[in-house]
């Protein structure tokens, strides 16, 4: 299948919780499946957690690969203090821990993308027993160097797509792109079913999804039983991450 979901309709949607990793009252934000959860279900899941000035998660891991997006705000990740600035990308193995990730005084907003709903709830590192939680992966946690996006006028006047590679798998289907596209132009997207799928999501401008226009933080998530989908930018252009999970999460 296909999915589409609009970013300004999601955060309309956005509540209040209490964080299990921090404790604090911060914000939450449900794209796509449950918030959390410990078995395996049809379909994507994809949160938004927007975390208090200076809050910090503890380490911890989950048990399904995710692309994190920290989209808002800025803070840092890691015991040595990697910035994390707008629009920073990190992929995740499952079974991989990562963190602390602490806030920065204007707070920080970051994206959980997940090809499908499976057991996601966290498990922190200062819990009694986690090791018994661990199961083989790659432990692969990467993260990029912050996306640059184009200023309106000239995103809307691009004449080329371009395509910008973040991460690539070495041994397997993984890959994180950036695709530039001015006003109108169409691009056809990779081919799911090379892939354990893929997600589009827009940093910049808007993209047409079915007739429908899908600006900022909106996502499209392509199943990887699909055919490639095609990417069609609004009428200012689109600045969008194509996001390839491995096709071994799906066995």
């Given at each position: 299948?296909?999915?589409?979901?609009?970013?300004?309709?999601?955060?309309?949607?956005?509540?209040?919780?209490?964080?299990?990793?921090?404790?604090?009252?911060?914000?939450?934000?449900?794209?796509f499946g449950p918030r959390s959860s410990r078995e395996r279900a049809p379909g994507p899941q994809a949160t938004m957690s927007e975390l208090d000035a200076d809050e910090s998660l503890v380490p911890h891991f989950h048990g399904v690969s995710m692309f994190q997006l920290f989209i808002a705000g800025s803070g840092t990740i890691g015991n040595r203090g990697q910035q994390l600035k707008p629009l920073t990308i990190q992929f995740k193995d499952h079974h991989t821990a990562y963190g602390p990730i602490t806030a920065g005084p204007q707070g920080l907003s970051f994206v959980a993308l997940r090809m499908f709903t499976g057991n996601s709830e966290p498990v922190y590192l200062n819990a009694e027993g986690y090791r018994d939680r661990?199961?083989?992966?790659?432990?692969r946690n990467l993260t990029s160097e912050p996306v640059a996006f184009s200023i309106e006028p000239l995103l809307r006047s691009r004449k080329d797509v371009s395509w910008e590679t973040m991460f690539k798998g070495e041994d397997d289907e993984m890959h994180a792109s950036v695709v530039r596209l001015g006003a109108g132009m169409t691009v056809e997207g990779p081919d799911p079913r090379q892939s354990g799928g893929y997600y589009v999501f827009v940093g910049n401008g808007s993209i047409i999804h079915e007739g429908a226009e899908l600006a900022l933080w909106s996502m499209v998530v392509v199943e990887n039983s699909e055919s490639p989908y095609t990417?069609?930018?609004?009428?200012?252009?689109?600045?969008?991450?194509?996001?390839?999970?491995?096709?071994?999460?799906?066995?």
């Open positions: 299948m296909i999915y589409a979901r609009s970013g300004a309709e999601a955060l309309s949607e956005r509540i209040e919780i209490v964080s299990p990793g921090t404790g604090h009252l911060h914000w939450g934000t449900v794209f661990l199961k083989p992966s790659k432990r990417i069609e930018a609004g009428k200012d252009g689109a600045e969008v991450l194509v996001l390839e999970f491995p096709k071994s999460d799906l066995e």
